[in-house]
């Protein structure tokens, strides 16, 4: 129960004006850096990536066309996935390990990959506030604060493979990473709207799970 008025809480949150936008950033900055982790994997580059006040990013990358498809299939899974290894990491209570990387992973998307006004704005304060916690050794507020954005990544991950589900066949020529799927593969945009959808709700489960101690390798070895 815990867990769902978590989860529906932080959805709500997410529709809040402006808090809700500021706060969803999170997600739209892992997502673009499945794109452009995607195309480096590929042989091509990361141009830039950008984020909006909308709560919308872009990442401008180069590669070839198979990399290409690579790069735009990558971003929702990527998300998806790291919203769980972030549940785990919390269920393990590793805050102090979780910090960092978070710490270094938004120094580097600062200097390399972000840079639109907005885009540094958010990094920027997020960088500030993080100052805040480490100088007054609040190691509670530290505690609360990744609980919350690895909750707003789990839930967040799962809304967006929601909203693009929907999209896809409202408006096919405009879904996004759908649309530009449809366009590289020829198969219609409500199909990969569909995949986003199912593996966004199998991770959101896993996620969960990860977040109630169950572990999902127990189950796997039943599997096999």
């Known amino acids: 129960m815990t867990l769902l008025l978590i989860a529906g809480a932080i959805g709500i949150l997410m529709y809040v004006?402006?808090?809700?936008?500021?706060?969803?950033?999170?997600?739209?900055?892992i997502h673009e850096s499945g794109h452009?982790?995607?195309a480096v994997l590929t042989g091509g580059k990361v141009k830039s990536i950008s984020l909006f006040s909308n709560t919308e990013g872009l990442a401008s990358t180069r590669h070839h066309k198979f990399g290409f498809f690579i790069t735009s299939i990558a971003g929702y899974p990527f998300a998806s996935i790291v919203s769980v290894l972030f549940m785990y990491v919390l269920q393990n209570e590793w805050y102090n390990e979780l910090g960092i990387a978070l710490l270094v992973y938004l120094v580097f998307s600062a200097l390399f990959w972000v840079r639109n006004s907005y885009g540094v704005f958010w990094i920027t304060t997020i960088l500030l506030m993080a100052y805040f916690i480490w100088s007054q050794h609040a190691d509670k507020i530290l505690v609360y604060v990744l609980t919350g954005v690895g909750f707003i990544l789990l839930v967040q991950a799962f809304i967006s493979c929601w909203h693009i589900l929907i999209l896809s066949i409202r408006s096919p020529e405009s879904a996004g990473d759908a649309s530009m799927l449809s366009r590289l593969s020829f198969i219609p945009a409500p199909f990969w709207g569909f995949l986003?959808?199912?593996?966004?709700?199998?991770?959101?489960?896993l996620g969960c799970g990860v977040w109630l101690g169950i572990n999902p390798f127990n189950y796997l070895y039943l599997l096999l």
């Open 196 to 205: 986003f959808f199912m593996q966004g709700m199998f991770f959101f489960a």
């Open 36 to 38: 452009a982790l995607a």
């Open 17 to 29: 004006p402006v808090i809700g936008s500021y706060l969803s950033i999170f997600y739209t900055l």
